[in-house]
């Protein structure tokens, strides 16, 4: 009996010594974010509010967080990402002005490569929500158009890191392209008054690329000057969609300016093991 507590006992440090070189090996996943800022030109149309093109400013705030997944973390990142945007746009004639206002928030998981050790692609899917409103004060009846869609849709990334000098510099390509989801949008000419009444019939919309198309584009050079980046880039994107005689048009392009970086939470009383791995969500 003696024997076989002993035996036991062994086995269960055994077990315990195991099971802590595995925690102590766990690999740090740090967290890569960016704080932008977007300003450029905007192009807007939407035949429930005019048949004109309208034409102005756009700017927006933009955040983007990267981390490697718990499983597979090598192969496996994710992204978390938000926008908030404003357009100021006039017609033709310049004697009338419509507003955008919009906010889109959406998360992606993407598988990655490294075909060569200063080059990572990655492709994934994405799922996200995105609303606002178009604004034209000169309508009397409908001054507004209102927008609400739920997508899924592929995205992905091309990172290269490279030396300008003595500058480390990390330039990167990520667009994103909605496939299908559902979207909001009413009658040509019905009023948001009506709905309010209770007319709710065809307002939910299956979305493809025949009755709605979305493309972001954004190109960046993250400029390592420290602990801290220096984002700059370019944010293209191209908006068309046409459903119950509707129309709506948006392009914007835009210079990007922000901040980025990568942080790293660790347990104060766990500290960092000399044996753990740091897997970058980016690279």
Partial sequence: MRNITLLLTLLLGTLLMHAEEHHAQKPLRPVFAAYTAEAGSSHLADTYLTPLRYTGWHAGIDYARYQAMRFSPERWVMRMHGNLSVDRTINPARNATMWSA???LDWSMMHRWRPLPS?????????GIEGGCLYNARNGNNPASAKGAWTIGLTGYAAWRLNIGHLPVTLMYHPSLPVTGIFFAPDYGELYYEIYLGDHSGLVHGAWWGN??????????????????????????????????????????????????????????????????IINAIY
């Avoid at 080059?119 to 799922?127: I, M």
């Avoid at 944010?235 to 509707?246: A, D, E, L, T, Y």
């Fill in 102 to 104: 919009m906010l889109s």
């Fill in 119 to 127: 080059l990572t692609l990655a492709l994934g899917g994405s799922t």
């Fill in 212 to 277: 709605r198309f979305e493309l972001d584009n954004l190109v960046t050079a993250d400029l390592h000057l420290g602990d801290t980046s220096l984002r700059l880039g370019y944010k293209g994107k191209i908006f068309s969609s046409k459903v119950n005689h509707i129309v709506t048009r948006m392009f914007t392009h835009a210079l990007v300016i922000g901040v980025s970086g990568e942080w790293l939470s660790v347990n104060p009383r766990k500290g960092i093991s000399p044996e753990a791995g």
